[in-house]
């Protein structure tokens, strides 16, 4: 499986998960600074609400007044954890399969802006691989919760949502059955070229519940995998490791 990048049954609460904490050039930051995190762990599966931007009721988020600096064309990664005070080896159930994402939105004030609506574009995608019949949650578990994320070196200088996204499909065998767990955190891009304004969509939008990657039996898992949402067309596939 080669993870996409833009350049320029098993008990159900297990599965939940939270995207917890951000790293940064070099630094770890503390669970929940400049992420708006939810005390509850559970998913969104109504793909045309308003919460499946940066998550929300049934799981209010607390608001973050930090931004943490970000350098375009490097490496961040989004630290996922069952609950906010759970371990590496307590990320997501293993037994629930799905792709990972993330998203980001250039916005004026990272702090206040909710997210929802249009300006969302896609910079990372890890699905299904056939061949070894593993998937994008597979390899966040077993990178104790460790979601890699390029931000893209062609991008404008500014302040950005970053979404990072895992959705479970153990339950997609039917309409609103997959479960989409998000986060957005509070990001300011530096040292960016400016070479390129990406396509955008819009969350709620870029999803539907029809979508042949959330309406889909993978028990067991024939052929190949779409993932769903929309990718911009500049983009490179490269190898995991």
Request: some cysteine; overall charge neutral.
């Amino acid at each position: 499986m080669r993870p996409a990048l833009l350049i320029c049954a098993v008990p159900l609460a297990a599965a939940h998960t939270i995207f917890v904490q951000l790293a940064a050039g070099g630094k770890t930051y503390d669970v929940q600074y400049a992420i708006r995190d939810p005390s509850y762990d559970g998913p969104q599966t109504d793909v045309t609400s308003n919460n499946l931007a940066c998550n929300g009721p049934p799981n209010p988020t607390q608001p973050s007044a930090k931004i943490i600096d970000v350098t375009a064309g490097s490496n961040v990664t989004a630290i996922w954890r069952h609950t906010l005070t759970s371990g590496a080896n307590d990320v997501m159930d293993a037994g629930h399969k799905g792709p990972v994402m993330a998203y980001m939105r250039k916005v004026t004030d990272a702090t206040k802006d909710t997210g929802v609506g249009g300006g969302w574009f896609k910079i990372m995608e890890q699905g299904y691989n056939s061949k070894t019949s593993i998937w994008g949650t597979d390899m966040v578990i077993n990178n104790a919760g460790k979601q890699v994320i390029t931000i893209p070196d062609c991008l404008e200088d500014g302040q950005y949502l970053l979404r990072a996204e895992m959705i479970a499909l153990h339950g997609a065998r039917s309409v609103n059955g997959a479960q989409l767990y998000m986060e957005c955190a509070q990001i300011n891009v530096t040292g960016g070229k400016g070479a390129q304004n990406p396509a955008t969509y819009s969350i709620p939008g870029i999803y539907k519940s029809t979508d042949p990657g959330l309406l889909i039996n993978i028990y067991p898992m024939k052929g190949e995998y779409t993932i769903p949402g929309t990718f911009v067309q500049s983009l490179q596939a490269l190898p995991m490791d």
